[in-house]
């Protein structure tokens, strides 16, 4: 991949689900990126057959090694985002790592390492927008166990929306329109990688429907940014 000036290699791919996610996955633990599960497939960049593979990449994490997320059916929209902490994605499943909800099917849940930016781009990364203020990890805040990244998190409504904010308004955006993992694996959710619209953003978000199965999320990972 030389998005970017290039040096990306493909780590994770939140492809086709096949029944479930708990199925897809072979295991309780199947969040995209986050846990290990899956047969390693440079091919899955076409054929979209899901694995979460960062685990063949520790020994190359680095604090100030870069992630990627792309959509194979809708390409336009980019978000890279820094590691921040190498030790926590190796070790996204320890005890001091986890949340948990007694009341939900999807009882645990890890938390992401606090970033101190992220880039988007709306033109296939052939320019980005570098956002520094009001980057934020999801807290305890939404117990339901939302699983992502804010922008200007002090402007959210009670709960992340899918609709919040804009690229270009210079407003807040909810996890809903970046990256928000979903916890839960039963009903409409059993085919949903994610809540809302992966890489929903502005301005081709009015071409979305309403059913948030997206099948086609990938995921990068390069040591250092260029």
Same mark, same amino acid.
């Given at each position: 991949m030389e998005t970017d000036d290039g040096g990306w290699a493909l780590v994770t791919?939140?492809?086709?689900?096949?029944t479930s996610k708990r199925e897809t996955a072979q295991q309780d633990e199947f969040f995209p990126l986050l846990d290990v599960w899956g047969e390693y497939d440079a091919g899955s960049f076409t054929s979209l057959r899901s694995f979460s593979r960062l685990d063949l990449f520790y020994?190359?994490?680095?604090?100030?090694?870069e992630f990627m997320a792309t959509r194979?059916?809708?390409?336009? $929209?980019?978000?890279?985002?820094?590691?921040?902490?190498?030790?926590r994605w190796r070790n996204m499943r320890t005890e001091d790592n986890i949340r948990r909800a007694a009341n939900y099917q999807q009882r645990w849940w890890p938390k992401l390492p606090e970033i101190d930016y992220m880039r988007l781009s709306i033109d296939y990364g052939n320019t980005f927008q570098r956002r520094q203020v009001g980057v934020s990890v999801t807290g305890s805040e939404y117990p339901e166990g939302h699983v992502g990244?804010?922008?200007?998190?002090? $402007?959210l409504d009670e709960r992340p929306s899918c609709n919040s904010g804009g690229f270009n308004a210079g407003k807040y955006m909810g996890p809903g329109q970046l990256l928000l993992w979903e916890v839960f694996e039963h009903s409409k959710w059993t085919t949903q990688w994610f809540q809302c619209h992966a890489l929903g953003?502005?301005?081709?978000?009015d071409s979305f429907d309403g059913y948030y199965d997206d099948q086609d999320v990938l995921f990068w990972y390069r040591t250092s940014s260029p």
């Amino acid at each position: 991949m030389e998005t970017d000036d290039g040096g990306w290699a493909l780590v994770t791919v939140a492809g086709t689900i096949t029944t479930s996610k708990r199925e897809t996955a072979q295991q309780d633990e199947f969040f995209p990126l986050l846990d290990v599960w899956g047969e390693y497939d440079a091919g899955s960049f076409t054929s979209l057959r899901s694995f979460s593979r960062l685990d063949l990449f520790y020994g190359l994490l680095r604090d100030d090694g870069e992630f990627m997320a792309t959509r194979q059916r809708r390409t336009w $929209n980019l978000m890279i985002w820094p590691v921040g902490n190498a030790s926590r994605w190796r070790n996204m499943r320890t005890e001091d790592n986890i949340r948990r909800a007694a009341n939900y099917q999807q009882r645990w849940w890890p938390k992401l390492p606090e970033i101190d930016y992220m880039r988007l781009s709306i033109d296939y990364g052939n320019t980005f927008q570098r956002r520094q203020v009001g980057v934020s990890v999801t807290g305890s805040e939404y117990p339901e166990g939302h699983v992502g990244y804010y922008l200007n998190p002090e $402007n959210l409504d009670e709960r992340p929306s899918c609709n919040s904010g804009g690229f270009n308004a210079g407003k807040y955006m909810g996890p809903g329109q970046l990256l928000l993992w979903e916890v839960f694996e039963h009903s409409k959710w059993t085919t949903q990688w994610f809540q809302c619209h992966a890489l929903g953003f502005e301005p081709h978000a009015d071409s979305f429907d309403g059913y948030y199965d997206d099948q086609d999320v990938l995921f990068w990972y390069r040591t250092s940014s260029p």
